[in-house]
Each structure stands twice: as C-alpha cells, then as structure tokens.
C-alpha cells in the first residue's frame, strides 16, 4: 500500500469554508487513487483552515498530475460554495506536490487542477494533462467572453452584473463592503449639510471650504493653501496626478504664437524664449484631444470646456514656471495669449480653465483607458488564453485582482448615462466617447513603455520629476523580475514562438485592446523573449505603479474644487481684463456638482483593507525554487525602494508617494 497525505487549504476571506462533504481522487502519471471522501471530524471546513488526510493506493502513482475535488450535500443541509487555496500532497517517495486551487466551487461538478509545476503547451506529453488543459481553456472562453462596449473603444468582459462575473475575479465580502460603505458615507455626509442637492453657484471661497472640511488629507490641505500659486500650477505636471502629458518644446507650434517680445520681460534668468528653448528650459503642455468636444449640459445649463496650450520654464533655481497660456487651438483676435504680467483674475481664470481640462485628459486618457480599460484587456486575455498551468499566467494573475469588476462598476456607476462622470463633468456624455476615441486611435505601444515615454516627451533631465526618477526604478525592477522569470522557462526565442497559447494571448490584445491598429506598435505575434519580457513588464507596471500614479492623489489635488474644477459655467474669457472676482464664482460648477465630483475622488483615492501591495503574492502559484526566489529577491528591492523614497519625501513639503511600493496595490482594484 502507498501513503499519500494530503492537506486541504480552504480560503481565510469571509464565507469562505463549506459545511458540504468533500471528496478528492489523486491521478498520477501511472494510475489514480478512489474517489475519496474527506471525512472531517470538525464537521465541516472553515476559513482560514489546514485540514490534513490520508489518502491509501495499492500501488504508487508515479509523478503526480492533478487532483480531482468535487463536494456533496449533507441531508438537510443547504448547498454552499466553498474557497478553496490550494492542496498539498506529501508522496510516499518523501515528496511534495503542490496543487494551487484558488477556485470557488460552489457546484457539485468534478473540478481538475493541475499539480504546479509550469508547463507550457509544447511540453505536455500526457494524453491526460493535454485534456485538461484544453477542458480548461475550452471553459474559459465561455466564462470570459469579450464585448464591445462602444464603438472605437478597447473591448472588455462580457456581463450584465457584477454577479454575472465568474466568482474568483469578483471582489471579496470586505471589498465589497468597504466600497459600499465609503461611496455612501461622504455623499450622505454632505446631503445631510445641504450641499448635495443644492444647484446654486458658490458665493465665495470660504463657502467652498466649509464643504472641503469633511474629507482631507495633508496634501489636499496644501493644495488649498497654494492653489493660485504658478511655482504650484508647475509643479503639478510633474508631479500630480497627470504626469503624462508635459513634454519639453523643440519648436513652439504654429498654432501658439508666443514670440520673444511677449515674455522677455518676464522669463527667469534669460535673454529670450528663443535661447530658453534651445538650452532645453521651456516645456508644453498641450489637450489639442480636446479641441471641439462637445461638452455637457448640467442643471440645465450649458458647461465649457476648452483645449489650451500651456508654455512653462524651468527656471534657474529648477522651478516650472507657466509663462504663457492660450486658452483654444485657433489662435485669432477672440483668443488672448494670457500672461503672468495679466491682471491677477485674467491670469488665474486661464490657470483654472486648464486645470479643467486637465481633468478630463487626466480622467479618460491618463486614468480609464491607459491604465483601467487597459489592464482589463491584459486580464481577458490571460483567462481566455492561458490555463493555470502556464507559466505566464502564474506571473501575471496575481496582476488582475479585482481589475474586472472595478471595471464593471466604473462602468455602471461613472461613464453609464446615469453615472456620475456623465451628468457631472463637463465632458461627460458625447464629449467622453469622442475623447475617448481620440485617444484610443493615438495610443502607441512605446507611450505606455515608460523609459521610451520619457525619453520621446524630452524629459530625462528635468529636475524634480518624481513620477520620472521612481518610474523608472520600479520599470527597472519589474522588468529585471520578468525577465528572470520568463528567462527560467523560455531559454530561446524558437520557445516563444512555437508557444500556441503565448500567440493567442498576444493577437488577443492586438485585436480587442488595440483594435488591431498596426500604427499601435503592440505585436500581433511574439517573435523573441525580448519582445515577450517587455510586453509583460508593460501589463504589470501598467496595472500597478502606473495606476497608481494617475490614481492615488485624485482627492489630494482635486478635493479642492478650484484647483481641479471637473466643469465650468461660462466660455473662456474672449479677451483682456474681464475678469474678476464675481465672474469667477459665476464659472465654477455649481455646489451640487462640486460635492458630487469631490465626493468621487474620494472614493477612488480610498484604500481597502484587504488591499495587496505591489510585490506581494498571497497565492502561491509558482512552485519552482527559481521563480520563488526571484519574487523574493524583487520584494526585498521594492522595500530598500520604499524606505529610500520615504527618506526623500521626508524632506519635500509636497511628499511624492504614488509611486511608493508600500502604498501602491498590485493591480488595478480602485
């Protein structure tokens, strides 16, 4: 007789033990064991729990292959779904097979999971293992179906509600709860004050304050104080929320008439704009994606957004400073080039219609397409492609936590007809999808490769750009963990292209994420392990540290509504000295709108408490020592990272945490 002892591992989220009976089989290379029932003196199997067995077979099993669960009812007692983490199998031989389950079984169908050494379709050889990974894949392709949601947009999962989704990409009884809870608590907070409802413009800053009392955080309280500031107005495309769309300016364009005549008498150290753009000090920022959007109606009345061209200077002391702004595409006679010399209202009102239309940029392109609609291509095309088996898929899953029905209520709750981003923001409705194209039929393959990004915008070398200097050491660590990992099971390029699935996967994003635009640069097929590591680092860098980036300060630099107005009242100002006080207040978005917008941000800034940082991998998919410790290695740097990026910020008076491996989750899961 041969012993097997077999430990069951059952899930330590809520809800997740069974009191159903549970029976296993073991199949191995040379036979396979009864189907066994798991009879367990505790009555039943609870959360969090290691229950150990003895499994009895007349003869050895050879090396093993799967396992088989399944579980039964008791008399009386109610079918109930069941978690199960993983089994582990100690073989007569002194052995230890691990099967990595991660499944909820909530059926009485027989489940197969295979043992967890990676095998790629090339090396399955047993007639078995081959039907259980095409039973696998077969089964996920019905479960992950893709859908087009629009038009010229990325394809995404296929589902009417959250509980359509299959139930391991669905978020856990506390996330759900605490999503619930913070979506609710501030709005409620803020109808109980009056403020929700209210339709009417706001009289004065002090009023606005009153509102911004209910939810703050440190950085949100400096914003407020240096909102009108333009060393601030500067710092904020380096180092706020949008990081994305500054870049240094070889030649101004034909369309932003700025000459040196206009600014010489207020650039910082300098001769002329000319010699400044040459010594590389001047930078644009430009939402020419914007130009012509139609933008929204709220509270029955028509809202303005505009496309402006932003012209900065670092300065001697390494400040960016804004020294021209023009307000729409088409320069002309009804569209001033605003200056820092302008009257304090001029000047200020064409800050605050940028940081407006930073915020749809931000929002569609930056923040939902580049890294939420994105990443969610990236996890489709995973579950449909690749079986657990896969090496790749045991690297990326851990990458697509909840990233699938945060998507769904994005969705639902934001860009739907009824969604807050719709009613609420000046693009929203038309305005959204048409940006939403723009960038799609723009987005290039190089743009979302960090390294490439910077050095294509020009900014290698502009002082204090944070989101740069940790950007690129947290590329450089994900790309070195890829390619060790990668590097483990793929030893040449003939490896990666006999690799059926690898291919699939890969035409699958080149088709729904990209559209299938050639122009993209995304590969329709994988050629090398070098083309292979550099598309899996940009899925995981894009799901982790650029989502962070783009995501994290939402409610530090948009709580306080005049620094991000997510809308605004009357058209750009058509020349110079209009402006004042009162028609500042009558731009603004009106308080209903105001509370609504802050209240967003603060539930997309809002950490969760089973929140999983990047690094950590609770589910153990990988079994094999090199791949291990390569995860080991790569959590060791990203914490000397993360210490050294506290010791930094520790000295800033505006802390650049975004991109701290600490505080940033390992998917797109907000």
């Not at 987005?443 to 390294?451: A, G, I, V």
Request: hydrophobic share 40%; with cysteine; charged share 20%.
């Amino acid at each position: 007789m041969a012993q097997y002892k077999v430990t069951v591992f059952t899930g330590s989220m809520a809800q997740a033990g069974t009191m159903n009976k549970l029976y296993i089989k073991l199949v191995g290379a040379e036979g396979e064991s009864d189907h066994r029932w798991l009879a367990n003196l505790k009555g039943g199997f609870y959360q969090g729990a290691a229950d150990l067995f003895t499994v009895w077979c007349s003869a050895p099993l050879g090396r093993l292959l799967l396992v088989e669960l399944d579980k039964k009812t008791l008399p009386l007692m109610p079918q109930d779904a069941w978690f199960c983490s993983k089994v582990t199998v100690e073989t007569p031989e002194g052995e230890t097979a691990h099967f990595p389950v991660y499944r909820w079984i909530s059926d009485l169908e027989k489940h197969l999971f295979r043992e967890g050494t990676a095998y790629r379709v090339f090396d399955e050889k047993h007639p078995l293992a081959i039907y259980c990974r095409e039973m696998e894949l077969k089964s996920r392709a019905q479960d992950y179906s893709w859908d087009v949601p629009g038009e010229g947009l990325p394809h995404a999962i296929k589902a009417e509600s959250p509980l359509d989704l299959p139930c391991e990409v669905r978020f856990s009884f506390t996330k759900t709860t605490q999503f619930l809870f913070t979506a609710s608590s501030a709005l409620t907070e803020l109808s109980l004050k009056g403020y929700a409802n209210s339709k009417k413009l706001w009289k004065n800053i002090d009023d606005i304050g009153q509102v911004f009392t209910c939810n703050r955080t440190p950085i949100s309280d400096y914003v407020q104080e240096h909102w009108r500031e333009d060393e601030f107005f500067g710092y904020q495309f380096l180092n706020g929320v949008n990081p994305t769309i500054i870049r240094r300016c070889y030649q101004l364009p034909a369309n932003f008439p700025v000459t040196d005549d206009m600014v010489r008498a207020f650039l910082h150290g300098a001769s002329s704009l000319t010699d400044e753009i040459k010594k590389g000090n001047i930078y644009l920022v430009d939402y020419k994606q914007l130009d012509g959007v139609t933008a929204n109606k709220i509270n029955g009345k028509q809202q303005y957004l505009t496309a402006p061209l932003v012209l900065l200077q670092k300065t001697p002391n390494d400040k960016l400073i804004p020294v021209a702004i023009q307000l729409k595409q088409k320069p002309g006679e009804d569209n001033p080039i605003f200056f820092p010399t302008d009257s304090e209202y001029d000047w200020l009102m064409a800050k605050i219609f940028v940081r407006s239309a930073d915020f749809s940029e931000h929002q569609l392109n930056a923040h939902l397409l580049r890294t939420h609609l994105l990443s969610e291509v990236f996890a489709v095309a995973l579950l449909r492609n690749l079986p657990m088996v896969h090496p790749l898929y045991k690297l990326l899953i851990p990458h697509t936590r909840y990233t699938l029905q945060i998507n769904f209520l994005a969705r639902l709750l934001l860009i739907s007809k009824d969604g807050v981003f719709t009613q609420f923001a000046a693009s929203g409705g038309e305005g959204m999808f048409t940006i939403l194209r723009r960038a799609v039929s723009s987005l290039t393959y190089s743009s979302l490769c960090l390294p490439e990004d910077i050095a294509a915008r020009g900014l290698e070398s502009i002082p204090n750009f944070y989101y740069r200097d940790d950007g690129l050491r947290l590329w450089d660590m994900i790309h070195r963990l890829v390619q060790g990992v990668i590097g483990h099971y793929y030893k040449s390029d003939f490896d990666v292209q006999q690799d059926s699935e690898l291919q699939n996967w890969i035409k699958d994003i080149f088709i729904h994420g990209f559209l299938s635009r050639a122009s993209s640069g995304v590969p329709q097929s994988l050629d090398t392990v070098k083309e292979l590591v550099k598309i899996v680092t940009v899925a995981i860098f894009t799901g982790s540290a650029q989502h962070s980036a783009v995501n994290s300060g939402q409610f530090d630099y948009g709580g306080w509504m005049p620094n991000t107005p997510i809308t605004l009242q009357l058209p750009p100002p058509s020349g110079k000295g209009q402006c004042n006080e009162a028609l500042l207040f009558r731009t603004l978005p009106d308080v209903n709108t105001t509370v609504q917008g802050m209240s967003t941000m603060w539930l997309l800034s809002k950490q969760s408490t089973d929140f999983v940082r990047l690094g950590e991998y609770p589910e153990g998919h990988f079994s094999e020592d090199a791949p291990c410790r390569l995860i080991k290695e790569f959590q060791a740097e990203l914490k000397a990272f993360s210490e050294s990026v506290k010791a930094r910020n520790s000295g800033l008076d505006v802390p650049y945490t975004y991109m701290d491996p600490e505080l940033m989750e390992n998917s797109v899961a907000i």
